[in-house]
């Protein structure tokens, strides 16, 4: 009885042991051959097409694109070659100009880009708020000598008189 009892545990340990074999060879296979495509398919999102069709690099669709192309080759082998994300964006402003860059750094002066939508928005909307409160505000207009202003019949009659005046014209 022991020895089915042991039987049963070794091989139970055995299956566990192929178990996590299997799935840690799984896992290295997957990501590690996963990491690298998601690598260029996330720098190649990061950086423009400099051909000057205003499209992501991985997105530019120009039919014989002379630069999508050769930036992509160039850009898996700086992946291949083992440079680490900032490198790789650096090599491409080095060569292409900070064009290359889809979005701005938030270091230095670029923050000035992130940073400014938000400021014309709150500026915009305190304009607005400021001249709807300056017109809710302002007092009523009464004409000249302190009169009231014209009314019923007295307002009809002069529209009727500047519709016969400019008629003729």
């Given amino acids: 009885m022991l020895r089915d009892t042991e039987r049963r545990g070794s091989r139970q340990l055995r299956i566990r042991i192929v178990q996590f ?15 690298e495509s998601a690598r260029v398919n996330d720098l190649g999102h990061r950086m423009m097409c400099v051909c000057g069709c205003n499209q992501i690099l991985m997105e530019c669709n120009h039919v014989g694109c002379a630069y999508s192309s050769r930036m992509r080759n160039e850009l898996v082998a ?45 500026g915009g909307l305190t304009g607005v ?21 014209l009314r019923g019949v007295e307002l009809d009659s002069y529209r009727e008189q500047a519709r016969k005046e400019t008629e003729g014209v």
């Fill in 78 to 122: 700086a992946i291949d070659r083992g440079d680490n994300d900032d490198l790789v964006l650096q090599g491409f402003v080095q060569k292409y100009g900070t064009t290359v860059i889809a979005a701005p750094t938030t270091k230095g002066f670029n923050r000035v880009a992130w940073i400014m939508p938000y400021l014309a928005l709150v």
């Fill in 129 to 149: 708020v400021l001249i709807v409160r300056a017109w809710r505000t302002r007092p009523l207009l009464v004409p000249a000598g302190g009169a009231a202003p």
């Fill in 21 to 35: 074999c299997f799935v840690s060879l799984a896992l290295l296979v997957f990501l590690g051959a996963g990491d």
